[in-house]
C-alpha cells in the first residue's frame, strides 16, 4: 500500500508511525509497542525513502493523529514540505470519528488507498483516493493465521515473520 502511495503521489519520504496504543482501537495479540516499532524497522529497513519514527512511542498518551502530525511537522526544518497522511479505505470510514479530524484535514492531505471490499465512493471532499492495486492481506487475518498455527509466508517481509517466530508473538 505505502509503496504505491509513494510510486503514484511522487512522496520523497514515507513515515512510519507504531502508536503504542491507538485511541481509536484496542490492540489485539497482546504485543507491545517496542515489538511493533522492532517489526516496522524490519518491514522497511531495504527501502531507503521509508523512515520509521517513534514520535508516538516517546511520548504519553493519549496518541491523537493530530497531535503526532503536529508534532512531527513542528520537528521538521524542511520549509513547504506538503503532508500526506495515508490511509486504508477499510480505516477511512471511521474519519469522522476521528478526534479533531477539522484540524487534522488542515495539516496534511488524506490519500485513501482502495482495500479489498471496501469502498471509496462515500469519502469527504478533501479525502481523496488514488489507483493503487494491494493485496487482499489485513493484519487481523494474519495475527488469526498465526493464533491457528498457520503459515504467514508472503503475507509479511521475511524478516518481520522470523521475529514473530522468534519472539512467539501473535500466539
Do not use: C
Not at 520523497?12 to 517489526?39: C, F, N, Y
Not at 493530530?66 to 486504508?88: C, H, M, N, R, Y
Amino acid at each position: 500500500m505505502a509503496e504505491g502511495a509513494r510510486q503514484v503521489i511522487l512522496l520523497d519520504q514515507v513515515w512510519w508511525i507504531p502508536t503504542p496504543v491507538p485511541p481509536h482501537k484496542p490492540l489485539e495479540g497482546g504485543v507491545s509497542a517496542e515489538d511493533r516499532a522492532r517489526m516496522v524497522e524490519l518491514a522497511i529497513s531495504d527501502k531507503p525513502y521509508f523512515r520509521s519514527s517513534r514520535v508516538d512511542l516517546d511520548r504519553n498518551p493519549p496518541y491523537y493523529a493530530v497531535d503526532t502530525v503536529g508534532l512531527l511537522q513542528a520537528q521538521s526544518k524542511v520549509p513547504g514540505t506538503e503532508w500526506f497522511f495515508l490511509i486504508g479505505s477499510d480505516a477511512a470510514d471511521e474519519l469522522p470519528q476521528w478526534h479533531r479530524i477539522d484540524a487534522l484535514l488542515q495539516q496534511v492531505r488524506f490519500v485513501v488507498i482502495p482495500r479489498p471490499g471496501h469502498s471509496t465512493t462515500d469519502l469527504p471532499e478533501e479525502v481523496k483516493p488514488i489507483p493503487v492495486k494491494t493485496p487482499d492481506i489485513s493484519s487481523s487475518n494474519v495475527r488469526q493465521r498465526i493464533k491457528d498455527r498457520l503459515p504467514i509466508e508472503g503475507l509479511v517481509p521475511e524478516a518481520v515473520r522470523l521475529y514473530i517466530e522468534q519472539h512467539q508473538l501473535y500466539r
